[in-house]
């Protein structure tokens, strides 16, 4: 069995490095790269597309797809290694990967959003050209979480941008820090779980 769950292991290692490769190629669309591009696609593509179909993973600027994709298959590969590891499984165990693949999703796109915001309250504090390509992008990004969280945390108030993106900054800050500590006791008391 050990074997089994080695060799199933090491396929799905590999299986990601190649969907990390033809995500990565996404961004490089105009790029003739061939044959090799070509059958990459036959092995990865079907697979992304079963997330792609789902509607919810993709809004109007960002495909979360991909995403969800890889976090199915970090769920799975941790299910087989520590199957692999410990022999046995519960479904406590389960269920803390399942969280903790989440939350690692989670965390990147606040860290991604915490870092646009950062970069752009530095480049406004700084006076740099707000009208350029690069700029008007991250406001692109940027913007609907400032909303959402002018919204939420200050129930619709007006703030500058400055503040906004100040504020933006503090608040995934804050979530990031209490969302790792909140996520380390539950998956602490999900391993626990005698079945």
Known sequence: ??????????????????LFIRILLTWFSGAAMGRPLDLLKRVTDPYLDIFRRIRFLRTERIDFSAIAAVISLVIVLNIINTLRLYGEISFGIILALIISALWSAVFFILC???ILMATRLVSTLLHAASFSPFWQTID???NPA???IQRVIFRG???????????????VGVTAIAGRLLINVLIGALRRLPF
């Open 146 to 148: 400032l909303a959402f």
């Open 157 to 171: 108030r007006q703030l500058s941008y400055k503040a906004g993106l100040g504020a933006g900054v503090a608040v």
């Open 1 to 18: 069995m050990e074997v089994v769950l080695r060799v199933l292991s090491s396929i799905l290692s590999v299986y990601m490095l190649l």
């Open 140 to 142: 692109l990004i940027v």
């Open 112 to 114: 991604f959003f915490g």
